[in-house]
């Protein structure tokens, strides 16, 4: 069985230009962060940060404060499923101190 099938490459929703520029630009994040965010991007579904951690080769705490970063700064989302985007860059914001 070939791994490419006859339908191409599996198709996944694009991500709005304003969204990617104000991640790389707009907000200086650490590296172990913006591989945690451009994973999620691609993913259909949520995830976990456990599913993160072996995904990305992480040790599961360094995954988890990642995680918690984003979090933090609303650009990651808790839900039931799992980890979520939060497509609407307006409420990103800096996290109390």
């Known amino acids: 069985m070939s791994l490419q099938d006859s339908r191409g490459p599996a198709q996944v929703p694009g ?3 304003a969204w ?3 991640l790389a630009i707009a907000l ?3 590296p172990t962060e ?3 965010i451009l994973l999620i991007l691609g993913m259909p579904k949520p995830v976990s940060a456990w599913w993160i951690a072996n995904r990305l080769n992480l040790e ?3 995954a988890k404060r990642a995680v ?4 933090a700064w609303n650009i990651l989302q808790r839900s039931a499923a799992g980890l979520v985007f ?5 409420l990103w914001q800096h996290p109390a101190s």
């Open 28 to 30: 200086s994040l650490p």
């Open 68 to 71: 918690r970063s984003l979090v």
């Open 15 to 17: 991500v709005p230009r």
């Open 20 to 22: 990617l520029r104000t």
């Open 60 to 62: 599961y705490s360094h």
């Open 86 to 90: 939060q497509p609407d860059y307006r």
């Open 34 to 36: 913006s591989r945690v």
